[in-house]
């Protein structure tokens, strides 16, 4: 961007502009959109080639029938047991990183239930301490027609001990965890409404700024004109505005439509 506004601005106010200003301006506003390309793909090959998971007990959530669990949920978060800490993966793919029993690690299971009904609410990941490190909502990891597979299936990989307490019940079935002190976890460890998922797994909204995507396209309208010239260097600047462009918007455009039309839809699951 300061190459954009030097050569596009402070160069030909100076008096110094010609044929090349134009390209170099065109090309540093090229290596914004392109950095953010480049990164992106780095960052998407050492997930899915990261080492450290492999080999991991992986545990998906297996929400009751009629949840309203949306496919990223079930696509995207997970518990993974490795054999010195527990990983937990929420909605949007952010992930917690939880020793098993080691200080300020995982020593303990506790599953809430509600005292009248016995339905049991969410799960307390538990330290030494008592103090609750992570939390749970049953209803949509362990309720469905796999919970309880799954659920031993957690118990046996982890290795942890697992008993009941009773708490009161919220008036709201799906935010009994308002008041608790991980009510984050419980939040977006359960399906997140579409657009707060959206925004939270957009690139642009969560590392650079939601305003690049919009800015960087009207700049490169300027030097677009270039295709239309009978001058080679400007040529050159109109196709890079033109790629500057697409780059900048095909990966906007291609999140929203990804997540309107199949990551934020209810995929519901079958009874057992």
Same mark, same amino acid.
């Given at each position: 961007?300061?190459?954009?506004? #030097?050569?596009?601005?402070?160069?030909?106010? !100076?008096?110094?502009?010609?044929?090349?200003?134009?390209?170099?301006?065109?090309?540093?506003?090229?290596?914004?959109?392109?950095?953010?390309?480049?990164?992106?793909?780095?960052?998407? #090959?050492?997930?899915?080639?990261?080492?450290?998971?492999?080999?991991?007990?992986?545990?998906?959530?297996?929400?009751?029938?009629? *949840?309203?669990?949306?496919?990223?949920?079930?696509?995207?978060?997970?518990?993974?047991?490795? /054999?010195?800490? !527990?990983?937990?993966?929420?909605?949007?793919?952010?992930?917690?990183?939880?020793?098993?029993?080691?200080?300020? =690690?995982?020593?303990?299971?506790?599953?809430?239930?509600? /005292?009248?009904? $016995?339905?049991?609410?969410?799960?307390?990941?538990?330290?030494? %301490?008592?103090?609750?490190?992570?939390?749970?909502?049953?209803?949509?990891?362990?309720?469905?027609?796999?919970? *309880?597979?799954? +659920?031993?299936?957690?118990?046996? &990989?982890?290795?942890?001990?697992?008993?009941?307490?009773?708490?009161?019940?919220?008036?709201?079935?799906? =935010?009994? +965890?308002?008041? @608790?002190?991980?009510? *984050?976890?419980?939040?977006?460890?359960?399906?997140?409404?579409?657009?707060?998922?959206?925004?939270?797994?957009?690139? @642009?909204?969560?590392?650079? $700024?939601?305003?690049? *995507?919009?800015?960087?396209?009207?700049?490169?309208?300027?030097?677009?004109?270039?295709?239309?010239?009978? %001058?080679?260097?400007?040529?050159? &600047?109109?196709?890079?505005?033109?790629?500057?462009?697409?780059?900048?918007?095909? /990966?906007?455009? &291609? @999140?929203?439509?990804?997540?309107?039309?199949?990551?934020?839809?209810?995929?519901? #699951?079958?009874?057992?």
């Amino acid at each position: 961007m300061l190459v954009w506004f #030097v050569f596009f601005l402070v160069v030909p106010m !100076l008096g110094h502009g010609n044929r090349w200003t134009m390209l170099i301006a065109t090309t540093g506003l090229f290596l914004v959109p392109g950095a953010d390309l480049v990164l992106g793909i780095l960052q998407r #090959v050492r997930t899915h080639s990261d080492a450290l998971l492999c080999g991991a007990d992986v545990v998906m959530p297996s929400p009751e029938s009629g *949840a309203g669990a949306t496919r990223r949920f079930l696509d995207t978060a997970a518990l993974r047991v490795l /054999p010195d800490d !527990l990983v937990i993966t929420d909605t949007v793919g952010a992930e917690r990183w939880l020793p098993l029993r080691r200080n300020h =690690g995982v020593t303990r299971l506790v599953r809430l239930v509600e /005292p009248s009904s $016995g339905a049991v609410l969410g799960v307390e990941f538990r330290d030494k %301490q008592n103090a609750a490190r992570a939390l749970l909502p049953w209803r949509w990891w362990f309720a469905g027609p796999a919970g *309880a597979e799954n +659920w031993s299936r957690f118990l046996k &990989a982890s290795g942890l001990s697992v008993s009941d307490e009773k708490v009161r019940h919220s008036r709201d079935a799906d =935010g009994w +965890w308002k008041n @608790h002190t991980m009510a *984050a976890d419980a939040r977006w460890l359960a399906p997140v409404d579409p657009k707060r998922a959206r925004e939270k797994t957009s690139w @642009h909204s969560t590392v650079l $700024g939601g305003g690049e *995507a919009i800015v960087v396209p009207i700049l490169g309208l300027i030097p677009l004109l270039g295709l239309g010239s009978d %001058q080679p260097v400007a040529r050159v &600047a109109g196709v890079l505005a033109a790629l500057t462009i697409l780059v900048e918007v095909v /990966p906007v455009v &291609a @999140h929203r439509l990804t997540s309107r039309f199949r990551l934020d839809r209810r995929a519901e #699951v079958e009874a057992a």
